[in-house]
């Protein structure tokens, strides 16, 4: 039992690794063997969902360490309650991989093999991962291939979920070719063809999809973009001294873009440190910035509207030419902890910890917006660059052009805006758009339909992108237009076989 356990924690220290700020990303193609390794040695389903869990614990605890600094940081929580909070967190993310070992564990017992279970199973923990409870799809297997830009076009098709099913694809081939020469039985040569097959065909997607998604050359692009990062520190982000300092900052970098011929500004999420249309005029600023550059600007600002005698606070994107506001659009998906604070009747711990007064609440539609001559858009605020069923609202809705405008502040130097970066970047690859993205601290950036970062300011640095807006693209993707339909499959398959082993009754080893 105590081997298994140190094995399956080392597979999910080593599933840690594939992602920043360490970035191995070949660790997740056997991170998942160490846990297999354990769950073939074990009989009782008990154990064998607590290998998971410990395969979870580790890799969590790892990947999202930065949660406890911010709570402490930037909520203001007390080390005792911080720990508790961020515990309880990754005990509840733990009970997915739980959930994984358990079912392999189950159905073993029924004589599946785990070529026929794991990748499926792993797929169906992910999507319920990413769904229940409003979601946390943080970091799911998929996107630690990001950086191989070959390896994740086929998420056009299949989403992120077909790049996890892959990699837990080949984890199963590694181990039963690992388990077949330490028993030096016949190679078991079914698993490791379809799996060089799959790969294959991925790769030669890939290499197709890149040479066809060819960069657009500069000077065909009329319309320019301007993207300004003005890391202003969050500490000091609300301070009323430190107003003047941040609008003088953005309408500076605002005249950068300017001179390389941006038409059109995008501020970071919340960049107007004050409640936008209430008592304190200073919201008026970036109205005036933008009659003065002569250009529409997107900011971010906290906004409210009083509904039936209550006030209701909202993080919000508004679309400004001069003065007058021409369009807004509402964060739909918040933050738990961070945007409002959930199960409130247990945890009295007051508003989320980026609400300024209140708890927010959320937007009730996906805003497509149009500038002259830019193509229409629609903007993902902060954490909704993790949802891909908003990107794809927003293109079918009828943006042909995703804007992600984020405060990663938050979080410092922690891996956390890179794991958050490597997420979004995902978003064009799938739906085969334009995502432009500005970030108060970083990283903002510029990223093509086939996931290339055109241009880029680094973290923790003042500076502004000025990116052509290229034409879009014909057409829609398969997966913008069918959604998540390979993971339904998966999930289908995986109903079918657990149906299909209900109906027999001899055990087997996990072979």
Known sequence: ??????AATCGGLLLSLAFP????DVTAWVAF???????????HAAWASL???SFGLAFFLLDIRWVYGTLVLHGHFASITAVLVFA???VVLSMFPAGFALLLSLLQKRGISPFVVAPFAWVGIEYARATILTGFPWDLVGYSQTGHLILVQIADITGVYGISCLIVLVNVALWQ??????RTNGIPWRIPAVSMALLIFTLSYGHVSLNRLVPPNRSDCDFRIGILQGNIAQDMKWERAARPYTFVIYEKLGQIALKQGARFLVWPETSIPVLFGGADSDWKKAGLISEKLGVPMLVGAPAFERVGGATRFYNSAFLLDGNTVRNRYDKIHLVPFGEYMPLTWLLPLGPGIAAREAD???????AVMQVSGCPRFSVLICYEAIFPELSRLAVNNGARLLINMTNDGWFGRSAAPYQHFAMARMRSIENRVWLMRAANTGISAAIDPA???VDSIPLQDEGVIVVGAPNPLQGRSFYTRFGDVFAWICIGILIVVILSARRTGHLNPWT
């Open 1 to 6: 039992m105590i081997s298994s356990l140190i």
């Open 51 to 53: 290998y998971g869990a």
């Open 88 to 90: 309880g967190m990754i």
């Open 451 to 453: 996931g290339r970062v």
């Open 33 to 43: 063997i160490p846990l297999f390794w354990a769950l073939n040695r074990e009989r």
């Open 21 to 24: 700020p360490f970035q191995f």
């Open 360 to 366: 927010y609440s959320p937007g009730d539609s996906m």
């Open 177 to 182: 070719l690992l388990k077949a020469a330490i």
